[in-house]
Structures are given as structure tokens and as C-alpha cells.
């Protein structure tokens, strides 16, 4: 199933689940599922960035699925790059955590991406666009957890102190109860049109 995230801004991905599956001998584990993020970028062969990212978001999944129910079998998620204005890591996120709700594989608990970023003056801007974030000093995304609004995930980049990355969980922290409502009523639109 593929599932179509669009941020606030311009950045797109498509995002799909499948699983749980048979696994090679190779990569099987005896106790739980094997998770295997695959990032496809707009065009040409994913990088060393996109291998960095793969790595931040099956983190953050393993993290969140209940692995352990499902044994030597292997779950696959494939993100795919459709335009990129910013905020690429947390949209990753949104989607990759909107696929595995959608293919209904169990999890202890959903969770987001929120990406802050801090200018020149010391702003703290959400949901920054490319140039935005170029403009700026340190950005950073974090993964939030829909129970506690722990963070579970965090990425950054740049220069800034302790009371800014303080500065910056808490405004994550607060813009999470936004894109967990969208995923609430994203859920309640979809299945009140099944019905």
C-alpha cells in the first residue's frame, strides 16, 4: 500500500509497507521481524545522506513496532523522494510511521518528526523550508512519541547551546499534538469512507 505524505511546505514522499514476510537465512533473527528501510531519491542512486536517514527512521521503527510478534520474518518499508523543500527527515518520519498504521502491523506506540531550525537571530522556525534551513545556524528534527511526547530520535546540525536544544524539544514536543491530530483524523477519514 502506498501512502502519499505531503508536509506543510513543498516536500513530498511516498511511502509503502510490506510484511510481514519471509526473510533470507541471512538476515533472519530467531526472535523477531527484520526491519529493512529503503530511501529512493528523486533521481539517481541513494548516498551516503540517504543511508544516514534510512538509519534514523528503521531506528525510530524498531523503537516503536512490536517486533517480537512476528519471528524470522522481515518487514520492508520503502520511502521514496517525490520533491524536496525541506524538513526531509521528519517527513520521512510522518510517512514511514503513516505506512505502518496503515498496513496495520502493531506498535507500542506511533510517532512523528518535527524538525525546528534556529536563524541568525536565534528564531526558532518549524517546519523550515530548504532555504530556510540553509539560511540557518542548526537545524534539528526529532522523533516524538505519541504516549509520553518522549523524544525518541534526534538529529542535528550546526552550532547551539544546551538552552536551545532545550528550547527546540519543547517547541517539538508542542507542534507533535498537531501531526498526531492529522493522524487522527486522517484514520477517521479513511475508514468512515470504507464503512
Known amino acids: 500500500m502506498w501512502i502519499k505524505a505531503k508536509k506543510e511546505g513543498d516536500t513530498s514522499v511516498l511511502a509503502a509497507a510490506y510484511g510481514p514476510a519471509e526473510v533470507k537465512v541471512s538476515k533472519e533473527i530467531y ?11 528523486k533521481v539517481g542512486l541513494p548516498s551516503v545522506r540517504e543511508r544516514s536517514q ?11 513496532l512490536l517486533l517480537s510478534l512476528h519471528p524470522r520474518s522481515s518487514l520492508t518499508l520503502i520511502l521514496q523522494l517525490i520533491h524536496n523543500d525541506g524538513s526531509i527527515l521528519s517527513c520521512f518520519l510522518n510517512a514511514a510511521c503513516m505506512a505502518l498504521m496503515d498496513a496495520g502491523l502493531p506498535m507500542s506506540c506511533l510517532f512523528c518528526g518535527v524538525t525546528c531550525a534556529i536563524n541568525a537571530d536565534g528564531q526558532i522556525i518549524t517546519d523550515p523550508t530548504a532555504v530556510q534551513e540553509k539560511e540557518s545556524r542548526a537545524v534539528m528534527t526529532f522523533a516524538i512519541d505519541s504516549t509520553k511526547r518522549r523524544v525518541m530520535m534526534s538529529s542535528t546540525k550546526g ?34 469512507k470504507t464503512l
Open 31 to 41: 526472535d523477531r521481524a527484520t526491519l529493512e528501510v529503503l530511501i529512493q531519491p
Open 54 to 64: 534510512e538509519q534514523c527512521v528503521r531506528e525510530t521503527c524498531e523503537a516503536s
Open 159 to 192: 552550532s547551539f547551546s544546551v538552552h536551545e536544544l532545550q528550547q527546540c524539544i519543547a517547541v517539538s514536543q508542542e507542534a507533535s499534538e498537531k501531526i498526531f491530530q492529522f493522524y487522527r483524523d486522517s484514520v477517521s477519514r479513511r475508514y468512515s
